[in-house]
């Protein structure tokens, strides 16, 4: 059975500061990551995908991948309090028949203190 | 560009109603997904389907069933509501499955009294 796992939080951060969300996948053979920004009482929206080895930045945030470990963070620069929410890692594989889905965490609660 | 569009918004129900959550896309996506979340928890996968016609169970499929006459809709019925089915129910849909991101509905709050 494929796991996602991300702690849970609460994770409060002060404005300004880096805030660091990390995600850990159990199945080698998942190919596509992508982090999700959820606002309380809203659904899930995509802010990052990546798919290789590596960084990967879009203005204030970097998702980084390393398959090797089976890792996938997400850094937020500058964090504003407009960035409280919860985050959801999810990932994917191109496996055949139900493997085609994503596999998503549970999510972390980002808090950004003035 | 609508993209996933869910209908009704809130719902409450009573035990034993039966009710049909309606979703539709506007963006020729192959793949479409239900999911429920309750509060403070993960998404949990209902059902599933890669094409109209084709569908296929997720994690939690017990009182639920779905169709997929057509590309676009892809809805959720409830038979019999129960208490353990209140949640928030959201629609999504992604172009293949796996490989890309799944977009998302704004959602339906539904209460089973």
């Known amino acids: 059975q494929k796991e996602v796992e991300q702690n849970s939080g609460p994770l409060s951060v002060p404005e300004g500061a880096i805030a660091s969300l990390n995600c850990t996948y159990s199945?080698?053979?998942?190919?596509?990551f992508f982090w999700y920004r959820q606002y309380s009482g809203k659904s899930p929206e995509l802010i990052m995908s990546?798919?290789?080895?590596g960084d990967k930045e879009d203005g204030r945030f970097t998702a980084q991948l390393n398959k090797a470990s089976q890792y996938v963070s997400l850094l937020i620069r500058d964090s504003q309090p407009s960035d409280s929410a919860t985050y959801l890692c999810?990932?994917?594989?191109?496996?055949?028949?139900?493997?085609?889905?994503?596999?998503f965490g549970s999510g972390t609660q980002l808090t950004v203190l003035p | 560009n609508a993209g996933v569009t869910q209908t009704p918004k809130f719902r409450i129900l009573k035990i034993g109603q039966s009710m049909t959550l309606q979703c539709t896309q506007d963006m020729n996506h192959n793949y479409m997904y239900w999911y429920r979340q309750d509060p403070g928890m993960g998404l949990k996968l209902i059902y599933y389907s890669v094409g109209a016609g084709i569908t296929d169970k997720g994690e939690v499929p017990n009182g639920y069933n779905v169709s997929r006459s057509t590309t676009e809709d892809f809805p959720l019925r409830l038979e019999l509501a129960a208490p353990s089915q209140t949640s928030v129910y959201f629609c999504?849909?992604?172009?293949?499955?796996?490989?890309?991101?799944?977009?998302f509905g704004d959602g339906t709050r539904l209460s089973i009294l």
């Open positions: 199945d080698r053979v998942s190919q596509s």
């Open positions: 999810a990932v994917g594989s191109i496996s055949s028949g139900s493997a085609r889905q994503l596999t």
């Open positions: 999504a849909s992604s172009v293949t499955g796996g490989d890309q991101p799944q977009h």
């Open positions: 990546i798919y290789s080895n």
